[in-house]
């Protein structure tokens, strides 16, 4: 079991994850006592829930290199667009200096700004507020 | 020099001494060592939030880098067409099969970013297309992302037509 988890670590460690296991630390330590672990166990599970609730928007900004051509074509690969699509997105980034790709839950959020920057393109994501 | 489509291969022929050189330069152009700027612009930050940036560093960073190593490896050996005497680059044709066309875009694409970090060239500047003759290296910069962008101009109205 170490040893699949270990090979498992080459999965980015997740902010949530880590509460989570911090978390499980808690219990741990205050095993045996009876009245005050289950609270702040719960406490921490909604929050992490709420956490996990908090959608991300993929961003992506304008750079004066990128051709616009390469641009769409990137935004069609990429989120399966159909060209208009694209196209509209890639004038947004042009006119307005950036455009929001998609929105969604984090890993996705995470797995499209790495294809984009793959492709070269300046993309961020960022918590929906 | 001429570009088109033949087959399942792009053919550049009819290429000069200087264009060639400038093919050439392409591996070379996009390693962005010693240009720390280029070097954030090829890496760039995933986020604001410092904890999402350290996980991307770690384990996305090491990814792209092998993903761009293996795009510039493929374009130098395509390349590879284009080496000998200056002379006997006369009627030299380069061609590039299309099964590389993504690794032509990226190299590109890459060179392209380099350079214009490099030189800083302005947003001004990068739509100036008239530009006066090349008589600096800065101004040699500019004509390379010009070139750059000309060829991928071209792979990519290729992809377009299938």
Redo the contacts between chains.
Sequence with gaps: MIAFFYEGA????R?DLKEGIAAVSEMEIERGSTSTVEAPAKEKETRDQDELDIPWQVVVHND????M??VT?VFQRVFGYPREKAERHMLEVHHKGRSILWCGVRERA?FY??QL????L?????KVV | MEICRKGDALQVSDLDPFLAELLRQIPSSTNPEGEAEAEARLFSRPSAEKEICEEWESYVEPELRRLFRSATETVAEDLAQLNGKEKSLRNRTLSIPFEHADAWLNALNRARLVIASKYKFSDAELNDHDRSPIGSRRDLGLFQISFYGFLQEFILREMKCG
Excluded: D, R
């Design positions: 080459a999965i980015p460690p902010a004066p290199v990128n051709l051509t390469y074509m995470e700004v790495q920057h793959g492709y070269l300046l993309a961020t994501l960022e």
